[in-house]
């Protein structure tokens, strides 16, 4: 069965009625709030990871000594 526009039209006429313009508005901005946080966390998650492996990297240049 495939949707079309007018069936998603009435689908959201009917959330419209049942839910009232101002529970969904609330929730929409819940939703944006929910997705922003989502992306720091992702964000500060990858800064940690890649802080993490510049401070195990290994330096493999020679030093003085091993100069020949």
Do not use: H, Y
Not at 32 to 55: P, S
């Amino acid at each position: 069965m495939q949707v079309g526009p007018w069936q998603i039209l009435i689908i959201g006429i009917v959330v419209l009625v049942l839910f009232g313009r101002g529970k969904i508005s609330n929730l929409m901005g819940e939703v944006g709030k929910g997705i922003t946080a989502f992306k720091k966390g992702v964000k500060d998650g990858t800064e940690e990871i890649e802080k993490e492996a510049v401070e195990t990297a290994k330096d493999v240049t020679p030093s003085e000594k091993d100069k020949v």
